[in-house]
Each structure stands twice: as C-alpha cells, then as structure tokens.
C-alpha cells in the first residue's frame, strides 16, 4: 500500500527544498513531494497521515553510537539502542566496533546483522575495527570486514598510537574507499586525567585531561591522512584547536572530515562542578572558549555531522566516585532537541543547516548517499521523520527509550517532538 504524508512542511536540505506540501511512497521509496504529490497516479487509495503542519524530514544518519551488543546487553541491545534511535528521528546508524568481543571478524559481524535485521527498526551499520582485538598492533582484515558489511573502520573508545598502523590504515582504507575513524587521544598526556584539563579542575583538585591530548593526535593523523590520500574521519572533536586544524585541512583539499556531539556544544565542564559523573565522559567536557569554537565550525561548515556518540552504561557503572565512574551519555532520544534549542532557536546555524548535519553530510561522509540516504529525493529510500519544534519534551525516565539512563540532560525541556519515524516506508515511531 502507498502512504501520503500531507499538510507538512518539508525540508530536505540535500535539495535545498523547505516548502510546504505532501509526500508520496510507494514501495518503500519516495514516489514524488510537493505539492503535485496528492495528485500522483500512485496517491489514489494509498493511506493518508496529516502532518499538521509539522516539518517532514529525511529519517537522521547517526555515524557514532554504541549499542553494546554482543557482550554487554546489560547496558544496551541492539533492539533496545535501535528503539532509542528511531524515538529520536534516527533511521540510520552505525555502530562501533569496541563490542565484547570486538568486531574485528566476520561472525561477529554478521551476528550483528542478524540482530539488527530481526529487530527490524533502523538501519544499522557496523564498523569495523582498525586492529586486531583492538590491541594496535596490526591490522584487521579489513577487505573480509567490509565485504561483509562494514561501512569505515575505528578502535573508538581507545586511539591508534601506533603511527606506522594508522598510515597503513589509512592506506588500505584509500584502496576500499571508506574511512578511518579516529578517536584522538595521546594517553601519555591524557595520563588518568577524567575531566578537562583547566581552571575548574584545578580549582576542584581533579586530574585533567588537556586539550593538547586530543589536538596532538589530530594533528599527527592529518599529516598522516595528506601523507597517504586516505579518507581520515575525526569523531567527536571537542576543543578550538582540533577544529582549526580541520579548518586548515579542508582549505588544502585533504579527505579530512569531522563531527560533533551535541553535549560538546551543550555543557562545559563548570558541570563537573556538582561531581555528578553524568557529566563525565571522553573526550570531556570543555571550557567556554571550546563550546565557542564547535558553534563556530558549525556555522562555518568546518563540521561534517553531528553525532551522538550514544554511550550507554548501566547505574553501577556511574553510581560511583568521578574517578572511577565509567567515560560516556546517552545522546540519540536528546540530539534533535538540542540541536533545536542551542544552535537553530539561538540562530546559530539555520534549520536547513542543522538538518543537514543530521541527514545529507553524515550520509555524506561514510558514502551511505550511494544508497540513496539522507535524502527526500524521489528514488530514495523512504526513510522519514516527522516533527514539531513547537511542541516540547520533558527528559525523563518515560522519554528515554534506551536501557540505560545516564544523560546530563534529565529534568531539561526542550523543543522538537518526535511525531512519526518512518524506515523504507514502514512507521517504526509514534
């Protein structure tokens, strides 16, 4: 049966459209938009959803999160972080390889797969990693990995030390056209560092993580990423001097791109002032002068995607000293809302702008637009999401679709309702 989404505004920055109209599918894929939608061959007999009047989206790419599947559901499952990622307008995500096991091999891939395919709500994508069990010693096989599904490749949650294994990572992944995806981090001057490395740690005696830890890396992978030709992808960058690094890479045409978390543009680490380890994750949070420069490359195009860079863990895992307590929040139920109120409401970048750094540019940069996603494009999957930036959400334990419940936002409200999510035509939310 064909579905007709009417009287919603549609913004799908991917063709620079935001008018008000209906939108057809037919098959699982976008028949025709606009305003001639209604009136297509295809619309006679199909059901019909009033959008009243909420904007229509192409369904959210999400290049970082962290389902926990195998090894440690207790956290998160594939169906629980899938449901989590549809009730926030996701339709796509890709999923990190530091699992229990990693996925370094193609039976755990393929597990994944299987697990994702049955619990049939978004689509996901695994990434492979780099190294071997994620002991930066020698490389995976990638070739095998992305033969059975894997989209770019990355040892997140630790970084690649080794330079000589990142060239030849870099290398290999230039001849498989996907990317590196690098979680930069010099653990020698990271040291046992758990928050940003500054003022207010100082001022409460904590162990600080500079942002020198993060920019050596990026530095060093830059050259590293010109040196070779290879796609080098930056997760989650966080501090002034990353970004202008970026900025300079792009200027000179290198395949270098990045994204940003919202709670890297939410919070600073004057947070770590309440010793509230919902705070605490890594990269941490960082001074003003940080959140400053990520609103900037946002609004300047030096940032590719947002991400959330969803990191469940379970209450023991946080419950406990700020030292000791576990790296990481949950972010794909809060990303459009935030995204809404600090950057689009606070006109730091425009809807269409913000959109695109949900939809088209994360497609973009893993080659996910070759599937057709990203986009309202007729031809296109009908990946969709419907949502009203007039109505509000209340960040609570109801809210949260994730098994876990460790995000710095509880008790926020904030604008952007979820409404409907749509994956190939199917209404998998609301």
């Given at each position: 049966m064909s579905l007709l989404i009417s009287n919603v505004r549609i913004v799908d920055p991917a063709q620079s459209l935001d008018a008000p109209g209906a939108l057809l599918?037919?098959?699982g894929k976008v028949v025709a938009l606009g305003a001639d939608a209604a009136s297509h061959p295809q619309a006679q007999g199909a059901e019909v959803v009033d959008g009243g009047g909420a904007i229509l989206a192409p369904g959210f790419v999400d290049l970082h999160v962290h389902f926990r599947e195998p090894g440690q559901t207790r956290k998160e499952s594939i169906e629980t972080g899938s449901r989590a990622a549809v009730a926030g307008g996701f339709c796509t995500v890709c999923a990190m390889a530091n699992t229990k096991p990693v996925n370094d091999s193609v039976a755990i891939t393929e597990l994944m797969l299987t697990r994702a395919a049955k619990t049939g709500l978004c689509r996901y994508f695994p990434i492979g990693t780099v190294s071997r069990e994620m002991k930066g010693?020698?490389?995976?096989d990638m070739g095998t990995l992305k033969a059975a599904g894997c989209v770019a490749f990355s040892d997140d949650g630790q970084p690649?030390?080794?330079?000589?294994?990142?060239r030849r990572a870099l290398e290999y992944t230039r001849w498989l056209e996907v990317p590196v995806v690098a979680h930069e981090e010099?653990?020698?001057?990271a040291g046992k560092g758990y928050m940003h490395e500054g003022t207010v740690s100082a001022s409460l005696g904590c162990l600080g993580i500079p942002a020198a830890a993060e920019e050596a890396m990026v530095a060093r992978d830059i050259i590293l990423a010109e040196h070779t030709g290879g796609h080098l992808h930056l997760a989650h960058l966080s501090t002034q001097g990353s970004l202008r690094l970026v900025r300079e890479a792009k200027a000179r045409g290198l395949a270098v791109t990045c994204e940003v978390t919202p709670h890297h543009f939410a919070l600073s680490d004057k947070e770590l002032m309440k010793f509230d380890s919902d705070y605490k994750m890594n990269p941490?949070?960082?001074?003003?002068?940080?959140i400053q420069a990520v609103l900037e490359?946002?609004?300047?195009?030096?940032?590719?995607?947002?991400?959330?860079d969803h990191a469940p863990h379970g209450w023991d895992d946080k419950e406990v000293e700020l030292p000791i307590a576990a790296f990481g929040v949950i972010g794909l139920e809060t990303a459009l809302p935030l995204t809404l109120e600090l950057l689009v409401n606070r006109k730091v970048i425009s809807l269409a702008r913000a959109l695109a750094l949900l939809t088209n540019g994360p497609a973009r940069v893993f080659h996910l637009d070759r599937q057709g996603l990203g986009t309202l494009k007729p031809g296109a999957p009908a990946d969709l999401v419907l949502f009203d930036p007039a109505q509000t959400v209340q960040v609570d334990r109801a809210f949260i679709q994730s098994k876990s419940y460790n995000t710095p936002f509880k008790g926020w409200t904030l604008p952007g309702k979820v409404l409907g999510t749509w994956v190939g035509g199917k209404r998998v939310w609301g």
């Amino acid at each position: 049966m064909s579905l007709l989404i009417s009287n919603v505004r549609i913004v799908d920055p991917a063709q620079s459209l935001d008018a008000p109209g209906a939108l057809l599918v037919a098959e699982g894929k976008v028949v025709a938009l606009g305003a001639d939608a209604a009136s297509h061959p295809q619309a006679q007999g199909a059901e019909v959803v009033d959008g009243g009047g909420a904007i229509l989206a192409p369904g959210f790419v999400d290049l970082h999160v962290h389902f926990r599947e195998p090894g440690q559901t207790r956290k998160e499952s594939i169906e629980t972080g899938s449901r989590a990622a549809v009730a926030g307008g996701f339709c796509t995500v890709c999923a990190m390889a530091n699992t229990k096991p990693v996925n370094d091999s193609v039976a755990i891939t393929e597990l994944m797969l299987t697990r994702a395919a049955k619990t049939g709500l978004c689509r996901y994508f695994p990434i492979g990693t780099v190294s071997r069990e994620m002991k930066g010693e020698e490389l995976s096989d990638m070739g095998t990995l992305k033969a059975a599904g894997c989209v770019a490749f990355s040892d997140d949650g630790q970084p690649v030390s080794n330079a000589s294994l990142m060239r030849r990572a870099l290398e290999y992944t230039r001849w498989l056209e996907v990317p590196v995806v690098a979680h930069e981090e010099d653990r020698d001057l990271a040291g046992k560092g758990y928050m940003h490395e500054g003022t207010v740690s100082a001022s409460l005696g904590c162990l600080g993580i500079p942002a020198a830890a993060e920019e050596a890396m990026v530095a060093r992978d830059i050259i590293l990423a010109e040196h070779t030709g290879g796609h080098l992808h930056l997760a989650h960058l966080s501090t002034q001097g990353s970004l202008r690094l970026v900025r300079e890479a792009k200027a000179r045409g290198l395949a270098v791109t990045c994204e940003v978390t919202p709670h890297h543009f939410a919070l600073s680490d004057k947070e770590l002032m309440k010793f509230d380890s919902d705070y605490k994750m890594n990269p941490p949070l960082r001074s003003e002068a940080d959140i400053q420069a990520v609103l900037e490359a946002l609004a300047d195009g030096t940032v590719d995607a947002i991400a959330t860079d969803h990191a469940p863990h379970g209450w023991d895992d946080k419950e406990v000293e700020l030292p000791i307590a576990a790296f990481g929040v949950i972010g794909l139920e809060t990303a459009l809302p935030l995204t809404l109120e600090l950057l689009v409401n606070r006109k730091v970048i425009s809807l269409a702008r913000a959109l695109a750094l949900l939809t088209n540019g994360p497609a973009r940069v893993f080659h996910l637009d070759r599937q057709g996603l990203g986009t309202l494009k007729p031809g296109a999957p009908a990946d969709l999401v419907l949502f009203d930036p007039a109505q509000t959400v209340q960040v609570d334990r109801a809210f949260i679709q994730s098994k876990s419940y460790n995000t710095p936002f509880k008790g926020w409200t904030l604008p952007g309702k979820v409404l409907g999510t749509w994956v190939g035509g199917k209404r998998v939310w609301g």
